[in-house]
C-alpha cells in the first residue's frame, strides 16, 4: 500500500459532483473574477472565522503582505514573526520593504512565544510596527498572551492563518484575534482550493475597505487608483469550489482530529513527542508533526522505504537559509533550530483511511523495535 503525504486529488473525488456543478456554472455564466461567487464565498468565510468582513485575495503570501500595507506597515518598519514557518510569511514582509525580526518559539506548541516577544519587545520596540502570529500545524498561537503583549507595546497583530482554518483557542477561531488574519487556500491546506487562492478576514470595515482596494490597483472606482494597489483576486471558479468545501470544513477538521487520535493510541509508547490541543484550544491538525530526536531522518528513509510519504516542515529557518543567512549571521533561536532537526510530518488528511493510519502506525513501531 502506497500512502501518500497529502492527496488532494482525493478531496475532488469526494466532492466531484456538486464542484463539477458549480465550475461549470461559474463558466456558463461567464464572469470569472470579483462577481457573485466570490462575494458569496467571502460572506459564508467571514461567518465561519467569526469575523464582520473576508476579502478574497490570490493566495495566502499576498494575504499576509495585504494585511501588512492595510495596517500602514512599509519600508523600513520592523516585524516581529518566526522563522518556523514557510519563507511565504517573511516574503511578503519584504515585499513592501519592511525588515523582518526573528523571535524564538513555544518547544510544545512550536508558535510564536509570548515570552520571547515580551522579551524582544521590552528592549527594541522602537520601529516595530506589527507582529505576525503564525498558526503552525494546525495549532493556534496563544493568542491571548500574545496579544497582551503585543498590546502593551501598541504593536498591531497579523494572523497568519494558512494552517490553521477552524483551529480554536477559548472558542474563537483562526483569524478572529488580531487585527486582520491572513489565509491560504493553497489545495493541501485544511480549506483548499484547486489553484491558487487567500483571504483577509477582519472586524474592522476601515481596514477590509483598504485591502479590497489594494487587491486591485488601489481603485475605489474602477480606472482610477486612490492609493498603490497590486493585482491579487479570488477568481469565480477557486471561489465557486471554496464554496463546495466550506460546508465540509468542521467535518474533515474532526477527521484529521480522530486520525490523530489513532496516532497518538498507536505511538505513545514510542520515544517521540507527539502533538495535542493547546491550552483551551482545538487543534485541526493540518500536519501530524512529532518530534522524533536524533533519529528522524533514518525514520524517515524507513518510512519512505515502505511506501510512507513524510515531509519535515521546516528543515531549515529561515534565518540559517541562503538567502538569508549573512543578513541574520547573529541570529540564535535555539528552540528553533533544534526542533528542524528532530520533526518529521506524518499523512494525515480527512481521506486518508483507519487501515492506512494503522499501517503508518505499524511501520514506526516496527523501526523502533529494531
Known amino acids: 500500500m502506497t500512502i501518500p503525504i497529502a492527496d488532494p486529488g482525493a478531496s475532488y473525488r469526494r466532492f466531484a459532483e456538486e464542484i463539477d456543478a458549480a465550475v461549470l456554472s461559474v463558466l456558463k455564466r461567464g464572469w470569472y473574477i470579483l462577481g457573485s461567487e466570490c462575494e458569496k464565498f467571502e460572506r459564508a468565510f467571514a461567518d465561519y472565522c467569526g469575523v464582520a468582513h473576508a476579502v478574497g485575495v490570490a493566495n495566502g503570501t499576498d494575504a ?111 483569524g478572529s484575534w488580531g487585527a486582520v488574519g491572513a489565509f491560504s ?43 498603490v494597489g497590486l493585482n491579487s483576486r479570488l477568481d469565480e471558479i477557486q471561489a465557486a469550489i471554496l464554496a463546495v468545501k466550506l460546508k465540509a470544513l468542521d467535518e474533515d477538521n474532526m477527521r484529521r482530529r480522530a486520525i490523530a487520535e489513532r496516532y497518538r493510541a498507536e505511538l505513545q509508547a514510542l520515544p517521540v513527542v507527539l502533538p495535542g490541543d493547546p491550552p483551551g484550544g482545538k487543534h485541526v491538525y493540518h500536519q501530524y508533526v512529532m518530534q522524533c530526536g536524533g533519529q528522524r ?35 540564535s533561536l535555539p528552540v528553533t533550530e533544534e526542533l528542524s532537526r528532530t520533526i518529521l510530518c506524518l499523512p494525515i488528511y480527512p481521506e486518508l483511511t483507519d487501515e492506512a493510519v494503522d499501517s503508518v502506525a505499524e511501520a514506526i513501531n516496527r523501526f523502533y523495535a529494531k
Open 64 to 174: 499576509v503582505e495585504l494585511a501588512l500595507r492595510a495596517l500602514g506597515v512599509s519600508h523600513g518598519d520592523k516585524v516581529v514573526t518566526v522563522a518556523n514557518t514557510a519563507v511565504a510569511t517573511v516574503a511578503a514582509i519584504e515585499r513592501i520593504g519592511a525588515c523582518p525580526v526573528f523571535v524564538d518559539v513555544d518547544p510544545f506548541s512550536q508558535t510564536l512565544s509570548p515570552e520571547t516577544l515580551q522579551n524582544y519587545l521590552r528592549t527594541n520596540s522602537a520601529g516595530v510596527k506589527a507582529v505576525v502570529a503564525v498558526h503552525l500545524f494546525g495549532s493556534l498561537c496563544d493568542m491571548p498572551s500574545v496579544l497582551e503583549v503585543a498590546e502593551r507595546y501598541g504593536v498591531r497583530v497579523v494572523e497568519d492563518c494558512a494552517q490553521a482554518h477552524g483551529a480554536e483557542v477559548s472558542g474563537r477561531r483562526a
Open 185 to 227: 487556500f493553497y489545495p493541501t491546506k485544511n480549506l483548499g482550493a484547486f489553484g491558487d487562492g487567500g483571504a483577509v478576514v477582519t472586524y474592522d470595515p476601515v481596514l477590509a475597505e483598504r485591502v479590497r482596494m489594494l487587491r486591485q490597483y488601489g481603485w475605489r472606482q474602477r480606472y482610477v487608483s486612490d492609493i
Open 297 to 331: 531522518d533514518e525514520l524517515g528513509r524507513y518510512l519512505r522505504q515502505h511506501e510512507i510519504g513524510t515531509a519535515v516542515l521546516y528543515p531549515m529557518p529561515i534565518h540559517q537559509q541562503p538567502a538569508y543567512a549573512e543578513r541574520f549571521a547573529d541570529v
